[in-house]
């Protein structure tokens, strides 16, 4: 350890690889050293005051500072601090979560597999379709249909399903078998005329032109976000996820629903399934399971693809994919106390009342002359900036006004988190009302100062 008064923001350019950063500007930039939370406040190393407006990274459900999920830790970690799910090895915590996520799914039965983040999960997703595929006899069903701007992790595989070109250059991805079709988003999409039904139409018809080009016997699954959380906060069109899924039965082509951001009340639900009328085989989720507080995520399978692959690991001689730390016991038991407070505390009725005051707060800053869009539901929301909103203009300079934004709010002291030219918010699902009166105050100042600079972005 260093002497007690260091300075951190040098230690931290000297020794720290950041993930998903400007590697470059980080050198001269100034960098963000977070110390402590409450509730929905964060608190810098000065001691300055933000709200978490984006939940850490979409996932502190909770908000900060809750000592039972500590407490289920140490708890946990003085009992039994680690142990195995290899080799028919188990533990209370990883048993419990898992029949607690079954009854709490839209899956009436279905096994759970456990993983440590979103990424990985959506890796054992795709790994657990092959080998299943494979057992069946279905070799050639290998592909995956994904959605350009969706975010499915950065693993080679899950990097693959993203349809964000950040996500692909210099990696040499995606990999061959990923297939990303249109990002179903009406506002921008959509063409002169045409009704949000017809776009719907529109969408299904590229979908089913797609599966044919490629080949439906050759296509394994499709991966959606019931919304599209770091592809800008995008959300379905109404009837969009019926329409598709009717394209996919046709085919026999099975539907992963990744719930990463999306489980857990996020949508005024408890999964955005629910929200969407979504009927997937498999799910993935991580984040608010632990509200962020400890790495956990999950893959819940229904009993027809999980069957296939029981049979293979007979005939193989054992299941050949899981992590040391699958299902690991503090993680379980912190996940495990999480959905008991979501439970006890009526935490995603919670959400819905408060997400509908939200969403109607939000709207009003559309009269802003650089607001394009403002789209969300339940606790979640993005907000897009146009250099001409009237005839949907977007800025040259993409990425520029939406950067001016989120700075001034962090100036104001209100975290957000910009992308390209939407500014996210995704608060923890505890936000009170006052508190969200606050977090609107702060966004309003900031767009009204952040006004005449954003208005010189070409
Ligand atoms: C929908 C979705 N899927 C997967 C991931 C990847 O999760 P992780 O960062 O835990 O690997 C994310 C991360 O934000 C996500 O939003």
Redesign the pocket.
Known sequence: MKAKNFDLEALDRDYLFHPITNLKSHITQDVLILERGEGIYIFDKDGKKYIDGLAG??CTSLGHGVTELADAAKEQMSKLGYSTLFASKSHEPAILLAEKLIEMSPFSSGKVFFGL????S?DTQYKLFTYANNKLGKEKKKKMIARKKG????TVT?ASMTGLPNQHKLFDLPQENFIHTETPHYFKEGKEGETEEDYVRRLSETLEKTILDEGPESIAAMIA?PLM??GGVILPPKGYFPAIQDVLDKFDIPLIV?E??TAFGRTGNAFGSETYEIKPTSM?I??ALSSGYIPI?AVIVNDELFEPIKEASGDIGVFGHGYTYSGHPVSCAVALKTLEIYERDKVFQHAKKVGEYFQNSIKEILEEDYVGEVRGIGLIAGIELYKDPLNKIAFEEAGKAGKILSDTCQKNGLIVRPILDTVALCPPLIISEKEVDELTDKLKKSLQEAKDEIMKVH
Not at 117 to 120: A, C, E, F, T
């Open positions: 990274l979409w983040s979103g990424s990985d959506n975010y499915h992790g950065v899950s976000e959380g770091a990744d990463v951001v993935t991580a984040k995520s």
